[in-house]
């Protein structure tokens, strides 16, 4: 089991630790509501960031044996 004596994170699961459950419970959804929207902000960088290589004409366009090509240089 990894240790994490006096950090940041060990302090933030001991002020967890001290809620009523309900609140815990509650805190553990809006964490992952939070996790969620910050996946779904880095879903959507990376989908400008592809679009614009498309605009750029840098984005390429294949099968996947053309991609292990590219990949491997033959």
Known sequence: MITHQDT????AI????SLPIDDREELLE?????MAEHRRGEIAANARE????VREKRA???TVEDLKKD????
Do not use: C
């Open 8 to 11: 940041s994170f060990q302090k």
């Open 50 to 53: 592809t679009l614009q290589a």
């Open 60 to 62: 390429k366009f294949g």
């Open 30 to 34: 809006i964490l992952r509501l939070r």
């Open 71 to 74: 990949l491997l240089g033959n």
């Open 14 to 17: 001991d002020a967890a630790e």
